[in-house]
Nanobody
């Protein structure tokens, strides 16, 4: 089992920045690829960013490319999502998720493939 706890959400003005953190406990964090997803009110959960378990491979949704950066610190069992140039359309509950890929350089954008999920953290961007 892997337990995931997100933090760092909040209210920010458009153009501002936030850094989300996802702390993991349980099984070996470094063997899991990690992803961030978000769900806006009345909409489906969508992929935001993913990082391989060795941190060497990252992938982003087109909507956040160039503005968001995913990173991880395996020594601290934590994955981060640095969000810059935030827009009102970034408003959502953000979830981190973990998947055991069996390969240090694999990432996945498919939510159905992730084994573990956090409870989410609210990000609200005002215009």
């Amino acid at each position: 089992q892997v337990q995931l706890v997100e933090s760092g959400g909040g209210l920010v003005q458009a153009g501002g920045s936030l850094r989300l953190s996802c702390a993991a406990s349980g099984r070996t964090f470094s063997s899991y690829a990690m992803g961030w997803f978000r769900q806006a009110p009345g909409k489906e959960r969508v992929f935001v960013a993913a990082i391989s378990w060795n941190g060497g491979v990252t992938y982003y949704a087109d909507s956040v490319k160039g503005r968001f950066t995913i990173s991880r610190n395996n020594a601290k069992n934590t994955v981060y999502l640095q969000m810059n140039s935030l827009k009102p359309e970034d408003t959502a509950v953000y979830y981190c998720a973990a998947v055991s890929t069996g390969n240090p350089v694999v990432v996945t954008t498919n939510a159905d493939e992730y084994n573990y999920w956090g409870q989410g953290t609210q990000v609200t961007v005002s215009s």
